[in-house]
């Protein structure tokens, strides 16, 4: 390849993704609306930020992919590229003031125009966002340039900066909740109320490149520590792990403002759902697209059980669980029975029905005197525990951390024995588990009987949760979603688990300007994540080495 | 005797025959009193199957493009319903710049035919880019992954036009010629909702006569046969995929402009029930079967407007309306059950060992 | 004593025939071969005994009972195990899990024994253990329990799935080609365990092979098959000099015994 081609062909090409790529988070508005909010405070915006991550991303990957091992033409290729993407937004900005392109695209306004051009007017803002774009790409190519540890101490150190600011509203409250002399003294040191100081952006690289060194020193010995242990002491210290972990759980909420404990819980409901989900599809490999059904009935069971509303049957809380609980159960069979022998995508999209029809019936003013209709069942008693009301989100955390612990516990227990391994056998290969004398529709019921138990558990507290339940809670999202938690964290694996959850749920209720692009992201994150690691986040220990060369080889298939 | 008798017949086989015998019995006994009681008259019911008729054969055209992807890749494009809605959405201001500019009541006939060009085109694209950049690395993983890259550029997409576009509903412009009534043979239909299924049945005509007849549908066809096997012919497997991304996404694109110009609206959301209710059809007719997903289309539409009124009105059910999109799954679950391959599809030879 | 008796079988595939009304004893403990050209009709055999296939006439009687049409689990309960042409083993289950999935049909415990820790399960899950651990070591795959089954090379897989077969303690075990795609060692090693299994573990096994040697070393009896249709059964000598076996085989038979 000569060096034009190879210009043209990762320089442009890749600057041309890199340049679409950020013309596309401008136009939805996410450059604007992110500029409202500084990672270094009168320095940085946030929006500005996102831009500048693409671009020298797209650079350093024109750098990377070169085919030719010549430093000058890697270089070239980056700084190509950066000026590529910015010609990019350059192009695009000529445009938007000449014509009226906001006809179309909503998100092409003046403002955004601004932020593009430094706020520099006519051509002069043109060619600071020229300059801007090269500059990015010869950052980007020294970055390529630079031996491994300055490279992954200075990526790191900026994305520490990034990530601080951009968590300034999950860390600012935690630290002024202490109320210290000392710690306040911290807070106001590294952040204003928009975005970290400039000393607390310094002060914070420092410390970081600190701490990484002192990490990169002494990895090597303190793994080494660890596993020259005897297996006693390795068993101990996993305990005392665990107890740590416990310990943490278990305080957790007292830290946490009201915000962060509701947001907790919704991540912890989704745990539930996802240990559930993960018995059906990561044990048994059934894929179930209408799980919402079960949370659903959990839901609807504790609410006509416990609401004075529609029939009054004055139960609390703590007598209606187990018949909720039951009542999924029974549904599991239920909804079980029909797609016995349908496999794979038939399962999916008839499972996916069960969960419309059954939302449409909620919805709908036939079965309204009954259950709610559109309006649903409200004024849901709190659960009540030996006279103590539990009304706020740290109460019904806990709730929900039983109800994981036990679920997690039981899962465990099951893989482990015959049920789990019939499962895990039919998810194999159902015509040979059969042949291996796994009665294939007791095995399946089992499976969504207690999946469906699983999720039914997780409505019942999220009715006592929110008060109130309605049929719009319970759209195929959630299953959409809980199925998504699964895969992406490592399917049948569950810390993975735990680790979706907090990832696709907890992570845009925190980064509230995401609220409107939250969707965008999430499905980036999706289709990103699966090229990346298609094994997940946190894979089950056995599937982390093979996963890949399983699909890199291509299935090596023995006849 | 009771062994052998235990052994042979499962207790589910009976429940489902039962659930299925009394779902049957409802909907006759609900036909029969709706039809008795006379709730509706004639013309109603003509109205009814006109407009299911109109509707399926969009869904048909959607259902095309699942089927087809489903052919070559095995896989639900989850995303497909979005690539419905992205041509319209954008022909949706082409049509108001000429509305704007009096070219649409001058040209209406060129107008449309810009506008199908310009929503054909978008819709194409948005196909042919998410086949390449979600689905094509990753052939040959399991299964669950496609469909989780597929469920994420759904959600990519919708966004993605809601950020540009805007969150609000569109009105499309109207087109004179398009409105008003025919008389046919005495009765009175709506002029769009014929054009509408013209229009889907030619365009399927096309479609179908491409795949069977000409060498790049033949080299599809193989394709979805055995891949190994049509790279070993000399197929470039490769290009056969994209080019059924491509057609699929062309039918998707006149689908969502029909879909505009019946029902008068596009907003960033339109794409995911007629994508469902597509994909339900596609299912319903045997997946991976084209006239197969244009039937299923068709049926599906049909039922949907016939349906809540024959069926439940004779029950006793209140705003039996509600109900329809119910009733399409419900439908979608029988036909699963009781015949697993669809309506037209050939019994898949279960591999065994 | 006759073990399987299996009378006027016939399994059709739309219009092709691919058993047509066989009759075959299978004596108890005898290896008995089954020959025959591609697509005689012998893999379709065994999954109509497994109950994978239902064939549309015929009685399959097994140990004195009718099994034609019974689901392939019911099929192993009574005591028929198989191992399959193409290798079919549980790619992402260990092989001590893929062993003791084959000894499924054994354990008793149920959904709440596991949960709760009871005894009982717990017992009888290290039996179940301790079996499959015996079973690897008995095929020679001690010490890598824990390995995926889809990170074995081809010969270990065949023993792995012989060893899950093994797990359920059959009286009848039908072997489809297990030394396809070995070498002449690996070959000789699978004749002598398939001996021995006969010998010490007195099973009953069927045995569809290709490589005359070995059919004519191990069998007791020898089957042979042709479009579906029985053409020919005896010893090993009769069927070697029988001539409508050598007609059936004729040009192709060269090619068999090369394989
Ligand atoms: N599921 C099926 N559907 C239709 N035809 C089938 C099916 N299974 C097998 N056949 C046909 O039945 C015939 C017998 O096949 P079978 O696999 O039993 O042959 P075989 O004797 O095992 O051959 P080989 O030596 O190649 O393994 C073949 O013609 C085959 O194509
Ligand atoms: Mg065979």
Known sequence: MTKAQSLWNQGVKIGAIGGVSVLIISLVGMVESFGKRDIIAGILPMGVAIALIISILAAYMAAKKTSIPEKSIQFANAVVSGFVISGFLAVFVMIGRSFNIREMFVGASPVLYNILTGGVAGAGGIFLLLLTGVLCGAFAGILHMLKDLPRKLMVNALLTIFILGLLQELILPILKAWDVGMINYLAGLFYTLNGLTPIGAILSVVIFCILYLLWNANQGAIKFKYASLPKEARKKSQVAALIVLAVILIVLPQFLGLFLSEVITIVGLYVLLGLGLNIVVGYAGLLDLGYVAFFAIGSYVVALLTSPQIFAFGLNFWQALPIAVICGILAGVMLGIPVLKMRGDYLAIATLGFGEIIRILVLSDFLRPWLGGAQGIGSIPNPNLFGFQMVKPQHIYYLLLAGIILVIFISLRLKKSKIGRAWMAMREDEDVAQAMGINLVATKLLAFATGAGFSALSGAIFASKIGSVYPHSFNVFISINVVCIVIIGGIGSLPGIVVGAAVLMGLPELLREFAEYRMFVYGVALVIVMLLRPEGLLPEARHKMEFHDETEAGAKTVA | ?353 | MILLSIQEMTKRFGGLVALNALNINVKEKSIHSIIGPNGAGKTTFFNCLTGFYRPEEGEVMFNGQSIVGLSPDRIVHKGISRTYQNIRLFPNLTALENVMVGYHVHLKSGFFGPILGLKKTRMEEEKATQIALDLLKYVNMEGREDTLAKNFPYGEQRRLEMARALASQPKLLLLDEPTAGMNPKETQDMMDFIQHMRGELGITIILIEHQMRVVMNISDIVTVFDYGKMIAEGLPEEIKNNKTVIEAYLGTGEAADSH
């Open chain 2, 1 to 353: 005797m009771f062994q052998k008798w235990k052994d042979r017949v499962t207790i589910t086989d009976i429940v489902m025959w039962m659930i299925g015998g009394t779902l049957l019995l409802l909907c006759l006994w609900g036909s029969v009193s709706t039809i008795r009681a006379g709730l509706y008259t004639k013309s109603h019911w003509i109205d009814f199957l006109i407009f299911g008729l109109a509707q399926g054969s969009i869904y048909a055209l959607i259902a095309t493009g699942y089927t087809m992807v489903y052919g070559v890749l095995k896989m639900i494009n989850f995303a497909h319903g979005e690539v419905f809605m992205s041509g319209p959405f954008t022909g949706y201001f082409v049509a108001t710049a000429m509305w704007r500019s009096d070219f649409l009541d001058n040209h209406p006939i060129m107008a449309i035919i810009t506008i199908f060009a310009v929503a054909m085109f978008v819709s194409t694209m948005i196909a042919f880019l998410v086949e390449k950049i979600a689905y094509r690395p990753l052939r040959g993983a399991p299964r669950l992954i496609p469909l989780i890259t597929a469920i994420g550029a759904s959600f990519f997409l919708q966004y993605l036009f809601k950020g540009l576009y805007g969150s609000g509903i569109n009105a499309y412009p109207d087109i004179e010629i398009l409105n008003g009534f025919w008389m046919i043979f005495g009765i009175r239909v709506l002029k769009i909702q014929v054009i509408v299924i013209i229009a889907a049945i030619v365009l399927m005509l096309v479609l179908y006569n491409f795949i069977m007849l000409t060498r790049v549908g033949k080299a599809i066809r193989a394709v979805s046969e055995d891949k190994e096997a049509a790279a070993l012919m000399g197929i470039n497997v490769d290009a056969m995929i994209s080019t059924t991304f491509i057609i699929g996404g062309m039918a998707a694109g006149a689908a969502g402009v029909l879909y505009a110009l019946m029902f008068k609206q596009v907003h960033f959301f339109m794409g995911f029930l007629p994508g469902l209710k597509a994909f339900t059809a596609a299912v319903l007719g045997g997946i991976g079967n084209i006239p197969g997903a244009m039937l299923g289309g068709i049926f599906l539409g049909l039922i949907e407007s016939v349906a809540p009124a024959l069926f439940l009105d004779g029950l006793g059910i209140i705003a039996p309306y509600q109900l329809k999109d119910a009733i399409a799954f419900t439908m979608l679950v029988m036909v699963l059950i009781f015949r697993p391959t669809g309506i037209l599809g050939e019994r898949l030879a279960s591999k065994k060992a």
